[in-house]
């Protein structure tokens, strides 16, 4: 019922989300390209950049939807920031170990580098990007909602 009640405010949170999401996940996306094995060409790296930005902030989105539907609410972040943000946090992990796995050894759609740090063959670095990437945002959506809500 919640969603239907409040459906212009939810957008709101939910298109503040993604963007938030936009911005911080482009940079980690650049500065972790150095881990992946990919051609040289600057327009394929490009194109690497924005595709998996533009996933990471759909899943990043659909997350930050299904902690609004747990917690009952829309400003989780500034309610229960970290009742709402560890369940959301886990999701973003878990759901990243299974993609990485899945896209590198099974579809073999990328390729780590030598210098990728792994853990049980899974890199760290998209491991550590929805670790931190998304508790940054918490910290950043609490203190920001909390003083103005968003438009």
């Given at each position: 019922?919640f969603?239907?009640?409040?459906?212009?405010q939810?957008?709101?949170?939910?298109?503040n989300?993604?963007?938030?999401a936009?911005?911080?996940?482009?940079v980690?996306?650049?500065?972790?390209?150095?881990?992946?094995?990919?051609?040289?060409?600057l327009?394929?790296?490009?194109y690497?950049v924005?595709?998996?930005?533009?996933?990471?902030?759909?899943?990043?989105?659909?997350?930050?939807?299904?902690?609004a539907?747990l917690?009952?609410?829309?400003d989780?972040?500034?309610?229960?920031p970290?009742?709402?943000g560890?369940?959301?946090?886990?999701a973003g992990v878990?759901?990243?170990?299974?993609?990485?796995?899945?896209?590198?050894?099974?579809?073999?759609h990328?390729t780590?580098?030598?210098t990728?740090?792994?853990?049980?063959?899974?890199?760290?670095t998209?491991?550590?990007?929805?670790?931190l990437?998304p508790?940054l945002?918490?910290?950043?959506?609490h203190y920001?909602w909390?003083?103005?809500?968003?438009?």
């Amino acid at each position: 019922m919640f969603i239907l009640k409040t459906l212009p405010q939810s957008a709101s949170f939910a298109f503040n989300w993604a963007g938030l999401a936009l911005v911080l996940h482009v940079v980690w996306e650049i500065g972790q390209l150095q881990f992946y094995q990919l051609p040289s060409d600057l327009g394929f790296r490009v194109y690497a950049v924005l595709h998996c930005t533009l996933g990471d902030v759909l899943i990043s989105t659909s997350a930050f939807l299904g902690t609004a539907a747990l917690m009952r609410s829309w400003d989780w972040p500034v309610r229960v920031p970290w009742r709402g943000g560890i369940p959301m946090v886990t999701a973003g992990v878990v759901y990243t170990g299974f993609s990485e796995w899945h896209n590198v050894y099974h579809m073999a759609h990328w390729t780590y580098a030598p210098t990728m740090p792994l853990i049980a063959g899974i890199g760290l670095t998209p491991l550590l990007q929805w670790l931190l990437v998304p508790s940054l945002m918490v910290v950043i959506a609490h203190y920001r909602w909390a003083r103005q809500r968003p438009i």
